[in-house]
Every structure is written in structure tokens, then in C-alpha cells.
């Protein structure tokens, strides 16, 4: 990620049609590859697959909170990403929790199942990739719905070689190693949005209180004195 894309922009992202068909696609890309992922990794013991099968539902649910924000003000744009942030924050939480309850109760994973399904879903997510990324840039709403694909696209290679390191040794070990690495990056995409998300939200004008510059405050206030 370069350097621009930690611009703030004020105007509303994108909300041509072919952003918002692009938004569906990918909501239903990761709806499906969610079932697809949680029956396998549950079938092939892989805490990695399960743990992307849940990264898939979290993002169609971001998905589809950034097409129900779309167009609207920068702070409401701005408290989407936070949602969507400490949803990615608890993912990552998650992840750790059940490579960490793996590790104790053993068990090594199926090495086939988890490459064919890994293969599957890094096309899925690199099609969505590749149509978000004249997207990646804008506010942090934008910014969270490109993390959330880019994070997919990394777990998924995480997963492939995962598989074959439990292939090559016979161990669940790489599998762990992995979920963890998935873990970390969701906690850091969920810092990075949180982040620029309060900036965002620290730079609106409060409407709470009437300015002192406009006419309506300003007669008021004469009357009061007279």
C-alpha cells in the first residue's frame, strides 16, 4: 500500500453502477465460498480453511454494509468502517483462540482437501481483486473493503502452503502456523481502518451546536441583549 492510499477524501466514494454490481458479485463470491470452506475445513480438520471459511462471511457482511452506506455522509461511511473494523478485530481473535485450542487437542489435517479448496477460493479472490482494484484508494470505508479483499487473496496462498508443509511433514504444525499469520493480518487491517476511521470522524463538523457565524444565532442573540 503506497503512501496515497492513506489519503482522506470528504466527497462520497464511487457509487456508479458498475461499483455497486461489483459489490454484490463479491458479497456473493464470499457467501458462497464461506459454505464451501466451513464444510471442508470442518471435514478436513484445517483450522486454517475454517478460519478463512469465516473471513469469507465476514466480508460479505462488509460487503454489504459498504453497499448500504454507499453515497451517504463521510461520518456515516466513517462508523461503517468501525463496524467493519472491529468485526475483522474479532476475527483475528478468533482465529488465534481455535489454532490455539488445535494445538493442544492434535490432530493433522487433510493436506488434499485443504489445496484443492484453497485453489478455489484464491480464484474467487482473485477475481474479486482484480475488480476492486481501481477501487483500493478513497475513504476508509474503501479502504476497508480493498484490506478485506487483499487479506483474502494472502490467506489463500497461506493455505496452499500450508498444505503442503502438513503434505511434506505430516504434521499439523504449518496448518497453525498459518491460521496464526491470518490472525495477525486481520488484527493489523483492523487497526489500520479503526485508525483513519477516527481521523475521518474527528474531522466532521459537529452539528450539536448552532455556529456562532450564522444569521439565525446571530439575531437570536441580538434579541436577547434587547
Keep these: 500500500m503506497g503512501a496515497h492510499c492513506c489519503q482522506h477524501h470528504t466527497s462520497p466514494p464511487q457509487t456508479s453502477r458498475r461499483y455497486r454490481r461489483i459489490l454484490w458479485l463479491a458479497l456473493f463470491i464470499n457467501l458462497g465460498m464461506f459454505l464451501v470452506e466451513i464444510a471442508s475445513g470442518l471435514r478436513a480438520g484445517s483450522v486454517?480453511?475454517?478460519a478463512d471459511s469465516l473471513d469469507f462471511l465476514g466480508d460479505a457482511a462488509n460487503y454489504g454494509i459498504s453497499l448500504v452506506v454507499l453515497g451517504s455522509s463521510l461520518a456515516a461511511r466513517a462508523r461503517a468502517s468501525m463496524i467493519k473494523a472491529w468485526t475483522m478485530g474479532l476475527f483475528g481473535v478468533g482465529v488465534l483462540a481455535s489454532a490455539i485450542w488445535h494445538a493442544l487437542t492434535g490432530g493433522t489435517p487433510q493436506a488434499e482437501t485443504m489445496g484443492f479448496v484453497g485453489t478455489a477460493a484464491l480464484l474467487a479472490n482473485l477475481t474479486v481483486a482484480g475488480?476492486?482494484?481501481a477501487y483500493r484508494d478513497g475513504d476508509s470505508n474503501m479502504r476497508s473493503v480493498w484490506l478485506c479483499t487483499r487479506n483474502d487473496a494472502l490467506g489463500n496462498i497461506a493455505v496452499l502452503l500450508a498444505a503442503l508443509g502438513v503434505f511434506g511433514t505430516g504434521s499439523a504444525w504449518p496448518d497453525l502456523l498459518v491460521a496464526l499469520i491470518m490472525a495477525t493480518l486481520a488484527l493489523q487491517a483492523a487497526w489500520v481502518v479503526i485508525r483513519q476511521a477516527r481521523q475521518e470522524l474527528a474531522a466532521t463538523p459537529t452539528t450539536s451546536h448552532p455556529s456562532t457565524r450564522?444569521?439565525?444565532y446571530r439575531r437570536a442573540?441580538?434579541?436577547?441583549?434587547?
Excluded at 442573540?221 to 434587547?226: E, I, K, L, Y
Design 48 to 50: 486454517s480453511l475454517l
Design 131 to 133: 475488480l476492486l482494484y
Design 214 to 216: 450564522s444569521p439565525s
Design 221 to 226: 442573540n441580538a434579541s436577547g441583549r434587547s
